[in-house]
């Protein structure tokens, strides 16, 4: 039992679970493309996997917490989760309500997972090669990802669910569009910061294998809001923490490039053709008055609604969207999520529950105000911080996000979440307890 419990208490044996979170968790984000009826025990044989790999994560989360509880640095973790911790155990009540108590019992599960996760974390990114190891995993894990996707794409598109086209007309393949576009528009995001804020040793390397990866995604993705927030955060970024001779040279390179292109297409011929191309691009076959109504999100958003006056402090139960738990919007009926991360949980658990889990991300990012004006690595987290903050808001405005289906953004939002905590307790400690 004494080996056992040193065991647990080991911050190797932390970091493992950690690990075993980051590569397989995210498992639970790929759907089987296109089975027939015939075959249908290959999707029962995918459920019962998730379940599997989601188990393990609940329960080796909890007995890790329930262990290590006594330790007082990793209490000082947990404390920072307590408004979470609270808006956790309020979606756990909402499951009595709920019209699809399965649904909601399964979602809580993955809420769960990723919280006892975060806060394990926490217990051990207050050590800044923790956070470094942990980074790089977090970066691989999303390589593994983009490789897997654009592979098969290449094999066939439609079981990539990558073709946008045909995706509907032919049921869902392994990853949702949208949920591969922000997978890989976070994995360039976040190579770019391990490459150009914490030089990390191996930052260039990775940063190289994610643009051969991710890059490729981002784009057979289509997904305007993806392409859009890595155009805005990754040249800030870069241009931010980017050294003089960096800058320099990108300046005069710019003004070589519009040089010769002056002299090259005087007429602008080619800029024509190219913004062309990209409009098109960009609109994926859609009018401007699609795009005025957000791709159909402002039917979506309207429906939710009124289902939501019906239920304004409670709501309807965890993950619910409706009353009944049927919600007919874009031509069927579904549990659809409200493509607004705000939205989404205001529908299922009431403003008692978004209350409570803005109160709990409210704290957490308070407290990481701490890491600007500390050592140089807490600064540099803390701009980091920003930047994917940033992507963040900008992202979950027109999709349900970090508190949505449990996908890769998911797992990178509760990543960033533990790291802040880790590091922000230890610049909170006294000068000679501070961790290197």
Same mark, same amino acid.
């Not at 994995?187 to 804020?197: E, N, T």
């Not at 990866?213 to 993705?221: A, D, E, M, R, V």
């Not at 602008?268 to 009018?287: H, I, N, P, V």
């Not at 690595?377 to 803390?382: E, Q, R, S």
């Given at each position: ?120 974390? =926490? ?35 439609? =079981? ?33 910061? =391990? ?242």
């Amino acid at each position: 039992m004494a080996a056992w419990g040193r065991f647990l208490a080991a911050q190797e044996t932390r970091f493992a679970f950690c690990v075993f979170v980051i590569y397989l968790l995210p498992v639970l984000t790929y759907t089987m493309p296109g089975i027939p009826p015939e075959n249908a025990s290959s999707d029962r044989l995918l459920a019962l996997g998730k379940a599997a790999i989601l188990g393990s994560v609940i329960f080796g989360g909890t007995v890790l917490v329930l262990h290590c509880i006594l330790d007082a640095r990793f209490r000082q973790a947990a404390r920072a989760f307590v408004f979470l911790i609270a808006f956790f155990a309020w979606a756990v009540t909402t499951i009595l309500w709920s019209p699809l108590k399965g649904t909601s019992v399964g979602q809580v599960g993955g809420f769960y997972g990723l919280l006892v996760y975060a806060i394990v974390l =926490a217990s051990i990114a207050d050590h800044r090669g923790n956070v470094s190891r942990i980074l790089w995993h977090l970066c691989a894990s999303l390589v593994c990802l983009a490789t897997l996707i654009v592979g098969v794409y290449f094999v066939d598109p439609v =079981a990539s669910g990558l073709d946008r086209s045909i995706l509907n007309l032919l049921g869902d393949g392994l990853v949702h569009p949208t949920a591969s576009g922000a997978a890989a528009s976070l994995s360039l995001l976040l190579a770019s910061i =391990a490459c150009f804020v914490f030089r990390f040793h191996w930052a260039k390397g990775m940063l190289i294998a994610t643009l051969i990866t991710s890059g490729p995604l981002l784009l057979l993705s289509n997904s305007r809001t993806a392409t859009i927030l890595a155009a805005l955060t990754i040249p800030a970024c870069v241009w931010m923490f980017g050294t003089l001779r960096f800058r320099a040279v990108s300046v005069l390179m710019a003004g070589a490039f519009c040089l010769a292109y002056l002299v090259l297409d005087p007429g602008f011929a080619l800029t024509e053709d190219a913004l062309g191309s990209s409009a098109q691009y960009l609109m994926r076959g859609q009018d401007v008055s699609q795009l005025r109504q957000a791709s159909g999100r402002q039917e979506m958003w309207s429906a939710v609604w009124s289902e939501y006056v019906h239920a304004p402090v409670c709501g309807h139960g965890y993950y619910m969207t409706s009353r009944t738990g049927s919600l007919y919007v874009w031509n069927h009926f579904a549990n659809h999520t409200a493509h607004n991360v705000y939205l989404q949980v205001l529908a299922g658990t009431g403003l008692i529950g978004l209350s409570l889990l803005l109160v709990g991300l409210g704290v957490i990012a308070f407290r990481s105000l701490r890491l600007f004006g500390a050592d140089r690595f807490a600064n540099h987290l803390g701009w980091s911080l920003v930047f994917c903050a940033a992507w963040y808001l900008g992202w979950s405005l027109g999709c349900s996000s970090f508190m949505g289906p449990l996908r890769y953004e998911s797992v990178v939002f509760f990543t960033l979440v533990g790291i802040a905590v880790g590091q922000t307790n230890r610049i909170m400690r006294r000068p000679d307890e501070i961790s290197s």
